[in-house]
């Protein structure tokens, strides 16, 4: 009697050893889980190529695409025109898009924007603090970020034009409710 | 087997340092920075200093349990890449600015999730990481044990009586084999 149940009970066993080799299998094991979506977007203050300083509550009330990448990251060059579409087809006065230079010189950044183009505004993050105030592990990574703060979306790897659209699109339909920034708990 | 060690050599070699890694400071104003990073994570005064000492090993204690996110395997002590680096130096920072190492822990998973710790917190469904081994070994030794007795006494029985029962399969498999033969 005890001989039968121990007969359906070691394949039963195996299922979940099974399972886990097909999810281990089917997963992209770069990408990892981001705990960053849905919280209050780390507040920053970098400086642009101009040598002007930039915050994060200085937009508020708008739409913000971060962006971070680097001349050296061959993803950045693929992804690059869906970003040149994405500044012409917003205004910035509703949507900001903000790259982030990531281990990567002004120089170099700029020969890349004279070659590939686009007008927006990059920041330098020489000493890497804002990147891993955000988590990042590597380039290219985007956050979409709502007018009330907060991170609606991490995309790691290039973003495409669907992807943008429809982040753009739902996070202007939404209405901003500023959260407060200090309860993100940032580094100063 | 040395020329396919040799050649993974040069290609370490060429892949080698991380892209990046030659432009060491990129322009920027220091006068925005919010912090001033220190040269290097160990230097400094830690010779003369016993306190900065202190702070080093107690830096390096926590970066060991730390990951690094981008070789993925070693800890961010361990590492050389520039991201692993610069939070070696963070965690100095912050503990240098009053903060416990747990706090210090706390920041990096909220920021990269639980995996950037090496060692899983033991709570919640982690607990299974550390107690199924546990319950396997246990459970495995009783089944084994029970076995075992159940083998020798059955064993010891059949010789004691000096003959050997058959089952119905064996019994099917000698008339067999003696239909064959």
């Given amino acids: 009697m005890k001989k039968k149940h121990l007969r359906w009970l070691l394949p039963l066993a195996a299922l979940p050893v099974l399972w886990l080799l097909y999810w281990g299998m089917g997963r992209d094991t770069y990408v990892l889980p981001s705990p960053m979506a849905g919280q209050v977007a780390p507040e920053f203050q970098l400086v642009d190529f101009q040598g002007d300083t930039l915050r994060l509550a200085d937009m508020q009330d708008k739409v913000v695409i971060l962006n971070f990448w680097a001349s050296w990251c061959v993803p950045c060059r693929s992804e690059h025109p869906v970003l040149v579409r994405t500044e012409r087809t917003w205004d910035s006065t509703e949507v900001v898009l903000l790259g982030v230079v990531y281990q990567d010189s002004k120089a170099n950044a700029e020969r890349f924007l004279a070659e590939f183009g686009g007008e927006w505004t990059h920041v330098l993050d020489p000493t890497q603090r804002t990147a891993i105030d955000y988590g990042v592990y590597g380039v290219p990574e985007t956050f979409f970020i709502g007018r009330d703060g907060r991170i609606s979306h991490k995309k790691v790897g290039p973003v495409t034009w669907e992807l943008v659209r429809h982040q753009v699109d739902s996070l202007l339909a939404a209405p901003g409710a500023p959260a407060t920034a200090a309860s993100a708990g940032g580094a100063p | ?181």
């Fill in chain 2, 1 to 181: 087997m040395s020329r396919g060690a040799a050649s993974l050599l040069i290609l370490l070699l060429a892949v080698g340092p991380a892209p990046g890694t030659a432009q060491e400071t990129p322009g920027a104003t220091p006068s925005a920075q919010q912090t001033e990073a220190p040269d290097d994570t160990t230097g400094r005064s830690a010779l003369t200093d016993p306190r900065e000492a202190e702070l080093d090993a107690q830096a390096a204690e926590v970066a060991s349990g730390l990951r690094c996110p981008v070789c993925r395997n070693q800890s961010i002590v361990e590492s050389n890449a520039e991201l692993s680096r610069e939070m070696h130096r963070l965690v100095r920072d912050k503990l240098a600015a009053g903060e416990t190492p747990e706090q210090v822990r706390e920041y990096f998973v909220s920021r990269y999730g639980e995996w950037i710790l090496l060692k899983p917190q033991a709570r919640g469904v982690n607990l299974l990481v550390y107690g199924l081994p546990l319950a396997v070994l246990i459970l495995g030794f009783f089944l084994a044990r029970n076995r075992l007795r159940k083998w020798a006494g059955a064993g010891g029985a059949a010789e004691a009586a000096g003959v050997v029962e058959l089952g119905p399969d064996d019994e099917e498999w000698l008339r067999e084999a003696l239909r064959e033969g």
